[in-house]
């Protein structure tokens, strides 16, 4: 039977209601625009005034593809020829690519660290509006950058150790999304991935209210004009744009990542009885998401630790208490990881990899999931539509003969390449026309218990 993760959600936990954020919009706007005549420059009245670049032998700012990024090498980088692991860190809404180093401890916290527990911390701009994968509307490639650019720039360029056995990612709201959505759509490229108030359930409902107003904000504030379809497509015409951004609905991919998600609830704590309410919004509503993600991740048995705190509002500061839990987790994960002998993995994508294994769907096909469950060297489920064609990691001998029974009416005979690989064939049925999500899709899958088809696949190699 497929399942979705859209509805293993526990509503009974407090979500902010658009009223809520339009109040706290509100108040935030009011105070942003009283300091915005002190501080000059785009998006001035939303962006921290101290947020200015920092001056540290360590840190060193660069343009990467014309992005701005900022690296921060151990302290004895350059006293001895050791190779680093590498953590990505990503910022939230308008922040950059500085608010790490002006807003946490990072660079006191790192700089106490012994040798053989450093990783060299590469902190790109995602923009304003950072959501991690590419924008729907084609302006913002977020993700094409990070793995098409930035990712072979830094290990190029600095002694890193460059496989994914020795590279993590982490983030502060929604910097959270991206960690864990990278994570969640490339498990092959990170060992650990680590969520701080991390925004990381946009397909909940508040996320649509949440990327509205951030837009309106944009507009206002920034001197922007931006759509907020633009981010991942209208959700209720195309709502897996939204569904292949979030984390939470693709849980079982992360289970070869060590998992790290923390956060606070939006309670003020003692020393600030009177917070600013977009800080006491925002907070509970990554609260609300992070517990999504911890739900979907539990039910579905992938391994992760949760971090809950009793008080706390959406500061970037917390993220120095999320830091220091996350960085051993981290060192811990690093080392000789092998791939896993069997995967799942979910995606929506028209061609998608992951561990080594290429999937391609019907081009006949509209936007859905395909579930992959158990892939390994024995065979492999897959759920879905359409002729969905696979080729997978090198597991069979070069040109071995294989077998592949259970793809479709009839067994298939494929030959692995020169790299022991063997493509194939698999029949989902019909290429389905309606878009998974969707109030059409939904009624025709209702009316129809096997409108996706299952398939077992089987290999034999023979010798």
């Known amino acids: 039977m497929r399942t979705t993760m859209r509805t293993t959600n526990d509503r009974s936990r407090v979500m902010p209601t658009l009223g809520a954020l339009s109040t706290a919009l509100a108040a935030i706007t009011l105070a942003l625009d009283a300091r915005a005549e002190a501080v000059t420059g785009p998006c001035s009245a939303v962006t921290d005034p101290n947020n200015a670049p920092i001056v540290d032998p360590r840190l060193e700012h660069l343009v990467v593809g014309g992005v701005h990024v900022n690296v921060l090498l151990p302290p004895h980088y350059h006293d001895h ?6 953590v990505y860190l990503f910022h939230g809404a308008f922040s950059d690519e500085d608010s790490f180093t002006t807003q946490t401890d990072l660079l006191a916290f790192t700089a106490g ?3 053989e527990d450093q990783a060299i911390a590469v902190m790109p701009s995602g923009g304003y509006l950072p959501i991690g994968v590419d924008w729907a509307d084609g302006t913002q490639h977020q993700e094409t950058f ?3 650019t930035l990712i072979p720039f830094v290990d190029a360029t600095y002694r890193t150790r460059a496989d994914r056995s020795h590279r993590a990612a982490a983030g502060f709201s929604a910097g959270g999304l991206d960690a864990m959505i990278y994570a969640a759509r490339h498990p092959d490229m990170f060992a650990a991935a680590g969520s701080f108030s991390g925004f990381v359930d946009p397909f909940e409902p508040v996320g649509a209210e949440v990327a509205q107003l951030l837009a309106g904000q944009d507009d206002q504030l920034c001197g922007g004009s931006v759509d907020w379809t633009s981010f991942w497509g209208d959700p209720t015409l195309h709502p897996m744009g939204w569904v292949r951004g979030d984390p939470t609905q693709l849980p079982r991919n992360l289970a070869d990542v060590s ?19 977009f800080l006491v919004f925002a907070e509970q509503t990554v609260y609300g998401m992070s517990q999504a993600l911890d739900q979907a991740l539990t039910a579905a048995g992938v391994a992760h630790v949760t971090d809950f705190q009793s008080c706390g509002v ?4 917390n993220a120095n208490h999320d830091m220091r839990v996350f960085w051993p ?12 002998r069997a995967f799942d993995y979910r995606t929506s994508d028209l061609s998608a990899q ?3 294994w290429t999937f391609g769907a019907d081009p006949a096909r509209a936007p859905e999931l395909l579930d992959v469950i158990g892939a390994s060297g024995l065979g492999l489920r897959v759920s879905g539509s359409g002729a969905e064609s696979v080729l997978t990691g090198a597991l069979f001998r070069p040109r071995q003969w294989v077998i592949v029974g259970g793809a479709g009416a009839m067994p298939q005979a494929a030959q ?8 194939f064939g698999v029949d989902l049925g019909p290429a389905h026309t309606l878009e998974e999500y969707t109030s059409a899709e939904q009624a025709a899958a209702a009316a129809n218990p096997g409108y996706f088809v299952t398939r077992d696949v089987c290999f034999t190699p023979l010798p």
């Not at 998992?259 to 309410?277: E, H, K, Q, R, T």
């Not at 959406?314 to 500061?317: D, K, N, R, T, V």
């Not at 080392?335 to 896993?340: N, S, Y």
């Open 146 to 148: 990070v793995f098409g």
């Open 259 to 277: 998992l790290y998600v923390g956060s606070n609830n939006g309670v003020a704590c003692a020393d600030d009885p009177n917070p600013d309410p």
């Open 113 to 115: 660290l012994d040798d």
């Open 314 to 317: 959406h500061l970037f500061s």
């Open 416 to 423: 692995a390449d020169d790299q022991g690989r063997i493509a």
């Open 329 to 340: 987790q981290m060192l811990a994960a690093f080392g000789d990881r092998r791939p896993p």
């Open 354 to 356: 992951a561990w080594d």
């Open 81 to 86: 020829g050791r190779r680093y692991p590498v």
